[in-house]
């Protein structure tokens, strides 16, 4: 079965602090894509990243940064000193070419940064 | 400029009304989608359509019936509308069979049922 597992429903950090979103997928396809999405309160999906499965390297992206670990199945993300307009729910997403490129969401986690 | 664009935008009906949300993407894409947020923020597929084709129908009532004119539109149309079907209702576009592109989602459909 596939599925995405975002445990952390909602988070609070305060302005400036580090926080990680954490997500776990199953799969028994070798072959997948693993994705955030930012929804902020005006309500769009934002894309962030796509990783492969066969390219574990992590990535890096101004203060954005993903761990990608197949040996956990886990696919982490982290905002390094948090802004009050990081403020949004992160979608962690994992897709496949087959079956019409389905994807299978997380159910989203609730980040709030305070100044 | 706007990829993939939905209207309306909100949309507030009465219970037994039919009502469409119409879906156009300029991206050239093959693949289009419809997805409904709930309350809780969870997003479900709902219908995929390839080149005009329905690939994907998930366990969605039959109500709800997508059309597509040609790939580059993929419309909703929803009869008897009930309260459970409020919701946000997301449209979005990719490319078939291109490596690991995302999904391009548009603005959303905020549907209000009274």
């Known amino acids: 079965a596939q599925k995405v597992t975002q445990a952390q429903t909602e988070i609070s950090v305060v302005e400036k602090e580090d926080v990680t979103l954490d997500c776990v997928y199953e799969?028994?396809?070798?072959?997948?894509?693993l994705f955030w999405y930012k929804q902020p309160p005006s309500g769009e999906l934002v894309f962030l990243i796509r990783?492969?499965?066969?390219?574990?390297q992590n990535e890096i992206s101004g203060r954005y940064s993903w761990n990608f670990q197949k040996s956990t199945s886990s696919f982490n993300f982290t905002i390094t000193a948090s802004q009050v307009v990081d403020s949004a729910v992160y979608f962690c997403?994992?897709?496949?070419?087959?079956?019409?490129?389905?994807?299978?969401f997380g159910t989203g986690t609730s980040l709030t940064v305070i100044p | 400029d706007t990829a993939v664009s939905q209207t309306p935008k909100y949309l507030v009906t009465q219970m037994g009304n039919d009502k469409s949300i119409k879906c156009e993407q300029n991206?050239?894409?093959?693949?289009m989608y419809w997805y409904k947020q709930d309350s809780k923020k969870f997003l479900k597929i709902m219908f995929s359509?390839?080149?005009?084709?329905?690939?994907i129908n998930e366990t969605v009532p039959n109500r709800f019936s997508p059309k597509s004119p040609d790939k580059a539109h993929l419309n909703l149309h929803i009869n008897s509308l009930e309260l459970g079907d409020s919701a946000v209702y997301f449209c979005?576009?990719?490319?078939?069979?291109?490596?690991?592109?995302?999904?391009?989602f548009g603005p959303g459909t905020r549907l209000t049922v009274t």
């Open positions: 979005a576009s990719s490319p078939r069979r291109v490596s690991g592109t995302p999904v391009h």
């Open positions: 799969t028994r396809d070798t072959t997948y894509y």
């Open positions: 990783r492969n499965s066969f390219d574990e």
């Open positions: 997403a994992l897709g496949f070419l087959d079956t019409g490129n389905q994807f299978y």
């Open positions: 991206l050239g894409h093959d693949t």
């Open positions: 359509y390839n080149n005009k084709e329905l690939i």
